[in-house]
Structure formats: structure tokens, C-alpha cells
Nanobody, 115 residues
Framework: VQLVESGGGLGQAGGSLRLSCAAS????????MNWFRQAPGKQRELVAG???????NYEDSVKGRFTISRDNAKNTVYLQMNNLKPEDTAVYYC??????????WGQGTQVTVSS
């Protein structure tokens, strides 16, 4: 499984950005896809996830602001980020889960939010 992220960049507080993650390879084996982020000096944390059945989950600080979605025809997962805050600044990583225990990662995309 290969994952390629795009859509990061510079945003303003209160603004919006949309991240994309295009999957290729053995995509039929993926059971869930997630977005993680890692800010400088902090551990990588789960931001949002979506299962193959469409169930979603979000980290508390992004609930109501971020939306994860998928386009199966394009093998792409999106993270719509609204009402951005400076604390959202981080490198965002796409992740794919393949049972029983494999995880695949994209290269990461930088999101910087100015106040």
C-alpha cells in the first residue's frame, strides 16, 4: 500500500484547508484510514479515522471543526479542516490499517496556521 498526501500549507486562524490522501497498491486489504499529526516536540496523535464501513472517529479538540471522508472511486481520503487554530500546526500523516497488524504511512504534509 502506498499513500501520498497533498493539500497542506499555510492557513490563517479561522480559515480552512483540505488534505487529501491517495492510496494505491493493495487497497482492497485496507480496513481503516486515519489522519495523524505531529507537532514539534510532541508525540504523534490520532486526529480522525474512517473505517471501510464509513464509521468515523475524531480527537476531541477537532470535533466539530474537522471532517474525514472518503471517495472510494478515487481511492482517496480527505480531511476537511475548518475554523483552524494555531495549535493545529503540525505535520499531518495519512495512515492505512491492514489486518492483522500492518500500518502504512504517507510522507507527511506540513500544516501551519498563523494567528
Amino acid at each position: 500500500v502506498q499513500l501520498v498526501e497533498s493539500g497542506g500549507g499555510l492557513g490563517q486562524a479561522g480559515g480552512s484547508l483540505r488534505l487529501s490522501c491517495a492510496a494505491s497498491g493493495r487497497i482492497f486489504s485496507i480496513t481503516a484510514m486515519n489522519w495523524f499529526r505531529q507537532a514539534p516536540g510532541k508525540q504523534r496523535e490520532l486526529v480522525a479515522g474512517i473505517t471501510s464501513g464509513g464509521d468515523t472517529n475524531y480527537e476531541d479538540s477537532v470535533k466539530g471543526r474537522f471532517t474525514i471522508s472518503r471517495d472510494n472511486a478515487k481511492n482517496t481520503v480527505y480531511l476537511q479542516m475548518n475554523n483552524l487554530k494555531p495549535e493545529d500546526t503540525a505535520v499531518y500523516y495519512c495512515n492505512a490499517e491492514v489486518p492483522p497488524s500492518s500500518n502504512y504511512w504517507g510522507q507527511g504534509t506540513q500544516v501551519t496556521v498563523s494567528s
